[in-house]
Every structure is written in structure tokens, then in C-alpha cells.
């Protein structure tokens, strides 16, 4: 069932991109609780194993139902282009108790049993020990899970940024949302979102922003209830290579030539972030006829998948690619 975001004219002014540490940190939690993104981060997930075995999580978790509503407080929209942690973290304290609680009474209403549980009952008891507890410890995941890899997230994250903005210059706004992900669509009005769920909101003159996300993928998220702004989350580019470290990688890419062949191994390493046949013929040197046949070899084996982008076919690595490409 579609998301679907209504513009007006005032709306189509004020989109803009963000970037957000503490937005980081909540789908990095989540994501530990998520074993369907695990596949995307097994190196993360070995670096900070140890780390997070320190952490008592389960408050958070139980704020974090599969579909259905997280708590808008404690992950709100970027307070600009590139707040700090302590900037947002900051944000979250000052929240007020009471718009706390009935947020926090949303989320737990959608995961079964969380209302009459102990942890739930405790939060609603006490919204204000709660907004404090809760920033505690998402202050204490981002210095654990986040914060040693925040320079790489980061720059992925501006990368993407930079990356969109000038398609945005390129093409336009209308063209662009479609762009960011496969399941988004734009009618010049609307943009919906393939999502299990309907829901419908006008932007009111708030506009869109706009945040690519490294702990998101695979999912595309949106939401936040008034008075927060309108934010869609997408999937960042270049995951693919994100994790890889370059002595892991070139000991990979020599088993993999053994496994795949040369230039299949080729295409495979070289689909760092998403790519077009032309482009990665360009990039190895190859004809395109090889790398096109190579491409259809991998995606039939579940290395890769593919998704029209303009006029284009976009190819980027499956779970699976990337734990072979990356020596996992």
C-alpha cells in the first residue's frame, strides 16, 4: 500500500538535503536488532560486537516496531545541513514530556505487547525520566557503534549529497525523487512511496527533506508526524564498497578471480556503488558486450540486481555480492 506526499507550490521551493548523526545512530540500533540488514554490514557488525554487548538496548527496540511508528523525538529532522551529534542529541533532551509521551504511546502501539509490558508501562509513567534515559542511551550508542566510523559514514553520506544535487541541477526536482530509489514515483503533484501501509500527508509549505542514510538500506523511510518537518529517507550509494578494507579487498578479488573468472570478478569488485553496462565498460576497459554478458551471469547467480533509472539500467551488488566481493 502507497506513502503518499502531497506538494503545493510552496513546497516545491523548500526541499533541500540532509545529513544526520543521530538519524545514524537510531537505524544503527535498529539495524542490530534487524537480522535482514546484517547481510549489508559484516564488517561494522564484527568491529563493534564487543561494544555492543555493553549496551542494554532493549528500551530502544522496543520503540522500533518492524512497520508502524517510531518515535519522532528521539530521531527528528536534520536542525540543518550538518548538525553535530551533540547539536541533535541536545534537541532530544529538550523535548517536551508530554508531546514525548503520546509519541511514545504511538510506537509502543504498534508492536504487540508493548503498551502492557514493563519497560512500556515505565516510559509512560514517567515521560520526562523517560526523554532523559532514552537520550542517554542513544548518546551512548552513537560513542559505540557509530562515532569510530563516523569520518567514513560521513563522507559517504556527502558524497551521495553531492551526487543528487547536481542530478538535481541536471534534471529538476520532478525527475530526481523517482531517481533516489525504485520504489518512489512522481506524478508532478505527489510522490508515493511503495510501502506497506497508506498513509497520506500535504506538506503544508514545510517542503521535503531530503536524507540519504548508510544503516537504512535496504528500506526507503518516511513519515514524522506534524509539527516536524516532512523527511524521506533513501538508501545512500556506494554501500557496496563502504566496509571494505584494502588488504581484505585484495585478497578477495584474488579468490574471486579464481571462483568467477577474471572478468566477472572484475565487474563484480568494480560495483562499489550503483553503475550502468556503458559505465563500468569504461571504467575496466572492456567492451560492453562483455561486461553486459558478465552482468547477466551475476545477476542470474543472485550477485546482483538491476533497476531502471531514467533511461538507463542501473546494476548494484545483493547481500550476497557484497559478502563475496568484500572476502566475507
Avoid at 507550490?9 to 544503527?28: M, Y
Avoid at 551521495?160 to 520532478?174: I, K, N, Q, T
Avoid at 508526524?225 to 578479488?253: F, H, I, K
Avoid at 565498460?281 to 531502471?308: E, K, Q
Amino acid at each position: 500500500m502507497p506513502f503518499r506526499l502531497h506538494f503545493g507550490d510552496a513546497d516545491l521551493l523548500r526541499c533541500r538535503f540532509a545529513v544526520s548523526p543521530l538519524w545514524e545512530t537510531q537505524e544503527a540500533v535498529r539495524t542490530l536488532g534487524r537480522p535482514d540488514r546484517h547481510g549489508y554490514h559484516p564488517h561494522w557488525l564484527r568491529r563493534i560486537r564487543r561494544a555492543a554487548r555493553e549496551l542494554d538496548l532493549a528500551s530502544l527496540w522496543l520503540l522500533m516496531p518492524s512497520r508502524g511508528h517510531s518515535p519522532d523525538f528521539l530521531g527528528p529532522p536534520p536542525i540543518g545541513p550538518a548538525a553535530t551529534f551533540e547539536e541533535e542529541i541536545a534537541a532530544v533532551r529538550a523535548a517536551d514530556p508530554a508531546a514525548a509521551r503520546e509519541d511514545l504511546a504511538l510506537s509502543l502501539a504498534d508492536t504487540a505487547g508493548a503498551l502492557e509490558s514493563a519497560r512500556g508501562r515505565a516510559l509512560l509513567a514517567d515521560p520526562e525520566r523517560a526523554v532523559r534515559e532514552l537520550a542517554d542511551l542513544m548518546e551512548a550508542a552513537w560513542h559505540a557503534l557509530v562515532e569510530p566510523e563516523w569520518p567514513r559514514l560521513r563522507a559517504l553520506l556527502e558524497a551521495d549529497v553531492a551526487f543528487h544535487s547536481r542530478r538535481l541541477a541536471e534534471v529538476g526536482l520532478g525527475a530526481l525523487l523517482p531517481e533516489l530509489d525504485r520504489r518512489l514515483s512522481w506524478d508532478g503533484r505527489t510522490l508515493t512511496v511503495d510501502w506497506h501501509g497508506e498513509h497520506g500527508r500535504e506538506l503544508g509549505g514545510q517542503g521535503l527533506v531530503l536524507m540519504p542514510s548508510v544503516f537504512c538500506w535496504p528500506d526507503v523511510i518516511s513519515g514524522f508526524e506534524p509539527p516536524w518537518q516532512p523527511t524521506l529517507v533513501y538508501p545512500a550509494r556506494g554501500l557496496a564498497g563502504l566496509w571494505a578494507e584494502p588488504d581484505a579487498q585484495s585478497a578477495s578479488a584474488r579468490a574471486l578471480v579464481r571462483l568467477l573468472g577474471r572478468g566477472r570478478a572484475a565487474v563484480l569488485t568494480a560495483l562499489t556503488d550503483p553503475a550502468t553496462t556503458t559505465g563500468l565498460a569504461h571504467r575496466l576497459g572492456l567492451a560492453p558486450s562483455s561486461v553486459s554478458a558478465h552482468l547477466g551471469v551475476l545477476r542470474d547467480a543472485g550477485l546482483l540486481t538491476s533497476r531502471r533509472y531514467g533511461h538507463q539500467v542501473l546494476y548494484e551488488r545483493t547481500p550476497l555480492g557484497m559478502a563475496l566481493a568484500s572476502g566475507d
